[in-house]
Every structure is written in C-alpha cells, then in structure tokens.
C-alpha cells in the first residue's frame, strides 16, 4: 500500500479544533474557530493583518494557551496535556516552520549540526546515522552536500527556509504548522519553496496548517481554505471555490483586491 | 456517471450593492459512461459556469449533481478532492501550475497524487507528451513559458494522465493545428471506449459532430428575468 492508499484510508481525523477562542484582555485575539484536518490535508488560513490567523496558529501550536475550546490531536486532548508531553508532541509529530528562518534556527551551529540537533533531541546517539540523515535532508531540500558544515548566517535567504524545513521534518512529523514561510522572498525562491513543499506533502503525506496573505500560496499549496477576519473564521470551503466563488463579502473584497500581475 | 437535476445558481455581489445575479435555473442532463455530451449556448449562457459547478469550483444554490456517487452540490470540501484525484477530470482552457516544474512532473502530478510510482508515472507522462508533439527538449522545463498551443498540449496531457472515469473538456481543440487536433480527437475517443463519462464545450463544430453523442443547449437553463 503507498502512502497514499493509507492515507485514503484513514478516515479520521488527525487534528480537530472546536471552538477554540482566544483573548487579549477585552480584545479577540480568534473567536469559535472550528475545523477538522485530515491526515495528507493543506489547510490554508488567509486574511489580512490582525485577522487573528497567526494567535490562531500559535495556540494550535501551543506557543500561546487558547482561553476556551478544545483541540484534539489523533484522538488526545491536547489542552488537557502536561507540559511535558506537549513539548515531547512538538518535538516528535509536530514541526513548526517560522516565516523568518532565524526564529526557526540556531545561527551560530552549522546546517548539518541543525538538522542533526532534532534527531539528538528524539533519542539518536550514532554520529555517523546522524550525519547521514543530515545530509540525506540537506539533499532533499536542495542544498548541496558541500555546505553542510557551513552556518546558516552564510546562508541566503531561500536556502535558510529551505534549511529551517529539513530541520523541522527531519523527526518525520505528521503535522505541521507554517507561519508566511515563503513570505520575504524572491518570486523565483518563493516558486522553488512551494514545488519542495508540494512535494514533502505529496510524498510524506503530511498535515499542514499554512498561515499566509498570499492568496496565490494559497491557490497552489493549500487543498481547503479559511477566511478570517476580526478574529472569526468568516468563510471555509476548497481552496480554489473560496477564490473563485466566494460568498463573504469580506472575502469578495480580498479577492478583487489583489493585483493582477 | 454525471446527473444533474434542476440545478440552479446565482451570484451575490456584496460589495456592489449586494446584487443578486441569477445566472442558472432548472439545468438538468445526464451523462453515461461511454458518453459525451456538448453544452452549446452562446457565449455568456453559462456553459461554463455549469462545468464549474460540476467541477465544484462553483457552489450550487439549488439542485442535485451527482457525479459518481457523491452529490457534489452537498460534499463536503474532502469529499471533492477525493472524487477529484480518482473520479472526475477537468482540462481547462488555463494551465495552472507552480512555476518553474518541469512539463513531465506537471503531467505525471496526477498519477503521483494517486501514489503511482515515480517511474511509472513519468512513463505515462511522456508517452503522452510524446502523442501530443511536445518536443523532448522542452520537458525538462517550466510550461509556464510555452506558447498557448503548447501549454495547451501540457493540460490535456495532464488531463489524460489518469483514466477518470469522468472528464470535463473546456475547448480542448481551442488553440490547436490539425495534426494535435487529431491527436486530442483520438484521446477522447480512446476514453469513450473505455467507459469515461465526458461532458464538454467545444466551439469546433467538426470536433463536436464526431465525439458528441449527444448536444445540450444550455440557453434553456438562463433563469428568465422578472417582468
């Protein structure tokens, strides 16, 4: 069976989200969100800055602890964890891909010691299997064998993110969660980083949840789409019907917004 | 394979005054495996609106499209991308792919999507190339910077790639010479005999009498306006 088949036959789902909400004092950071992701799913979230798309993140994540709701994850509570067993989940099937690769990385080790730092930190002792897999990632994510001992400060920025993804799926986790990661760069790089992702999420079968602005990220990675603004999620749908049919107006109004290029 | 009961579908135009625009009313057919139905109707009667709605790309306000088994007009969003990867293909007018992926991986994607292996399916994608006159040279590189009647060639490529078992056809001779028009011709005909389900626009009235079984004026679907 391929990763594929397995994937089409689970038929439950990894994460689900019930009304999660979140708040700054008298300010809604999200409010009620609610959703479920699928094992081999790209969820994408839009809206425009202060949409509360990234505080949902982070309390997905488990970088900021959501006022009210529940998320499960493959069947487990996960507000009902202990710390500990939440950083061990955050460090085995969760990944988080950080819009700037220096909040993801440690600048002053090596790119090989990056990567090869995540399987010490799940148990591998053996130098030689560390720095094969190391290297083997490093390949995957198109950075040449050649660089593995130099830093990422002498890194461009594409190759950093590229850096910042063998780092975070080394570990082989199931669920990941990306903030703007193609945000900051180039066109051209930004075009590479989504054929990579495209491709570790075809071939893994991964779960990603993707916080973005960029509706044409979103039209080429994400297979669902949600819709925030002031905190709620006002849409929800298949990418592409969200784009191209939208019914909020809010939504409307973000996609005849965007410049025709 | 493709039934379509009394659908109907308008547009509501929040940031215009939210008008309410009409654009279906009432559209049925039916599609049977082996078949291929034409919608006609001039431009602007909705022919692609329809294949849209079948395709979900559009929600439906009204009616029921079943397409297989699932009733696309009620499926929840994982249902679609399921029926998408296995049951219904669409080659649209457009190619629409990240930039920079070479033409042979565009055209194997499906396959890889459904887990072929790598290998089988680039096998698949260049005996397709191949039928349809993409020079060899040109596969290692991005469609993106074909010309339209190649670009055209890499859709229909792709869209043949999987054996669905039911296909929508957007013009699929549009931009093409007589010899890759007989070549696209063949590849439909080749799917009717298998049992593909096809539902299509074809402005090429000499294609349209030779792989439709039948002919839908989607004119009779345009909601009629008050009085």
Known sequence: ?261 | MIRIESLSKSFTLHNQGSAVIPVMAGASLTVAPGECVGLTGQSGAGKSTLMRMVYGNYLTAGGRLIVGDLDVATAEPRQIIALRRHTLGYVSQFLRVVPRVPTLDVVAEPLLALGTPAEDARDRAASLLRRLNIPERLWSLSPTTFSGGEQQRVNIARGFAHTYPALLLDEPTASLDAANREVVLTLIEEAKARGAAILGIFHDEGARARVCDRLVDVTGFTPRLAA
């Not at chain 1, 008298?26 to 409010?31: F, K, V």
């Not at chain 1, 202060?50 to 970088?63: D, N, P, Q, R, Y």
């Not at chain 1, 390949?139 to 594409?158: K, M, Q, T, W, Y």
């Open chain 1, 1 to 261: 069976m391929t990763v594929m088949e397995k994937l089409v036959a689970t038929d439950q789902p990894l994460l689900r989200v019930d009304g999660l909400t979140k708040r700054y004092g008298p300010r809604i950071g999200c409010a009620d969100v609610t959703f479920d992701l699928y094992p081999g799913e790209v969820l994408g979230i839009v809206g425009e800055s202060g949409s509360g798309k990234s505080t949902l993140l982070s309390c997905l994540a488990g970088h900021q602890r959501a006022d009210l709701g529940r998320i499960s994850y493959d069947g487990r509570d996960v507000l009902a964890m202990s710390e500990t067993e939440r950083r061990r989940l955050s460090r085995t099937d969760w990944a988080y891909v950080h819009q700037n690769p220096r909040d993801g990385l440690r600048m002053g080790v090596s790119a090989g010691g990056n990567v090869g730092e995540r399987l010490m930190a799940v148990g591998a002792r053996h130098y030689g299997q560390i720095r094969g897999k190391a290297v083997d990632w490093l390949g995957r994510v198109e950075i040449a064998v050649d660089r593995v001992d130099d830093r990422p400060s002498a890194f461009s920025g594409g190759m950093q993110q590229r850096l910042q993804i063998a780092r975070n799926l080394v570990t082989g986790p199931r669920l990941v969660f990306m903030d703007e990661p193609t945000g900051g760069l180039d066109v051209s790089v930004q075009a590479r980083l989504l054929d990579l992702l495209r491709g570790l999420v075809r071939d893994l079968g991964l779960s990603v949840i993707i916080v973005t602005h960029d509706l044409a990220v979103v039209r080429l990675l994400a297979h669902r789409l949600m819709v925030m603004k002031s905190g709620r999620v006002v849409e929800q749908g298949l990418t592409d019907q969200v784009l191209d049919d939208p019914q909020h107006a809010y939504t409307q109004l973000l996609v005849s917004s965007v410049l025709q290029a």
